[in-house]
């Protein structure tokens, strides 16, 4: 059995798994030294891990083989997977969780089917009514986040005071800030403006005693200017943003890629201002914010996008190891509970 920091991987989730997957696990050791110490249960089919962990020595190492051939597909239902899935490579993966036998659990599989298993098998916290998905989103002060990216199409006021506090707790122990700003996202900043759910939402932030820093309304502009860390909105809304801002960046960096190409001056251009150009990609490369995480469960699970290559399945990993290496299931248990008192003490009602 392994010992220290222990991630349970879903090594056959994912459009090009299991390839990527291990592949992304050797990157993220020769890039994250400081990592090194962390250790991987791969759950899948054993005869094709096998020669696969033979070509990456630094993962093989690192890494123990939970066999199964059940696989879950990137197209089945959440209610098929419930129904099926027992025993497949998704199952398992949140199954170690809740034995106790890993501290995080990564999958880049059916979102879907990874959100139901997730609930039933490792339940919600205390106090958590529907976990959101939170995703980081690069501006540029650094990072902010923005939940519910998917988890929750329909929302109501006080689940979005819940995301608010869960996305707090989120940032507060990923990216060590005290006080982050937390916004509301609305279609205008202006009082009256947006549906009888958002103003309801602000009126409870708003009167909220939790000596959180809530700024009130923001807009979609706001999320990539930086105007808030934490973004709260319901799953359709959030889902849409993140598909519009990956497929803007995609359409950046081809019109960009273009531009260099497109004559002897500008490859010239493009050869003097190299390293500079090489920062920019970086930059505007959605890899690097690969890995979305389910808040208010009883356990860690970050979710890979299914089409993502090895470079963005390491960046899920950080994201898992920076969240298992923090204080983050301390500072949501303490929120969730100074929520709910607070929501006892004044009578709200969602």
């Known amino acids: 059995m392994l010992d ?100 995080v659990a990564v999958s880049a599989g059916n ?96 009167q909220s005693e939790l000596d959180m820093n809530y700024i009130g309304y923001v807009e979609g502009n706001d999320i990539s200017t930086g105007g808030a860390d934490v973004f709260v909105t319901d799953g359709f809304t959030g889902n849409v943003a993140l598909k519009t801002a990956e497929g803007t960046a995609k359409l950046i960096g081809t019109y960009f890629s273009a531009a260099l190409k497109s004559g002897a001056w500008s490859k010239f251009t493009a ?7 090489r920062k920019l990609k970086k930059q505007i490369d959605p890899r690097k914010v690969n890995g979305a995480v389910l808040l208010g469960l009883k356990g860690i699970v970050v979710k890979s996008h299914g089409g993502t290559d090895h470079v963005g399945f390491a960046n899920a990993l950080n994201v898992a190891i920076g969240l298992a290496e923090s204080n983050f299931i301390e500072e949501t248990e303490r929120s969730l509970e100074a929520l709910h008192d607070e929501d006892d003490n004044i009578g709200f009602i969602a």
């Open 271 to 277: 050869f003097l201002n190299g390293v500079a150009l």
């Open 4 to 103: 220290g920091l222990i991630l349970s991987i879903d090594a056959m989730g994912g459009d090009n798994a299991p390839d990527i997957v291990v592949k992304g696990i050797e990157y993220f050791l020769k890039h994250e030294g400081k990592n090194r110490r962390a250790r991987f249960l791969l759950h899948g089919d054993e005869a094709i891990l096998t020669p696969l962990l033979a070509k990456y020595k630094q993962t093989a190492a690192r890494s123990e083989i939970r066999h199964t051939d059940i696989e879950i597909s990137m197209d089945e239902k959440p209610s098929q997977a419930l129904r099926k899935g027992k025993g497949s490579s998704m199952w398992n993966t949140i199954e170690a969780i809740k034995a106790g036998e890993a501290n």
């Open 111 to 206: 979102t879907g089917a990874l959100m139901a298993i997730a609930k039933i098998r490792l339940r919600n916290k205390q106090g958590a009514q529907r976990p959101p998905l939170a995703a980081s989103w690069p501006n540029p002060n650094g990072m902010g986040v923005v939940l519910d990216v998917g988890a929750n199409i329909d929302c109501d006021a006080a689940q979005l005071t819940e995301f608010a506090v869960l996305g707090e707790a989120y940032f507060r122990a990923l990216y060590k800030v005290e006080k982050p700003r937390i916004g509301l996202l609305n279609v205008g900043s202006e009082e009256g403006k947006g549906n009888d759910v958002v103003k309801s939402a602000h009126e409870r932030l708003s």
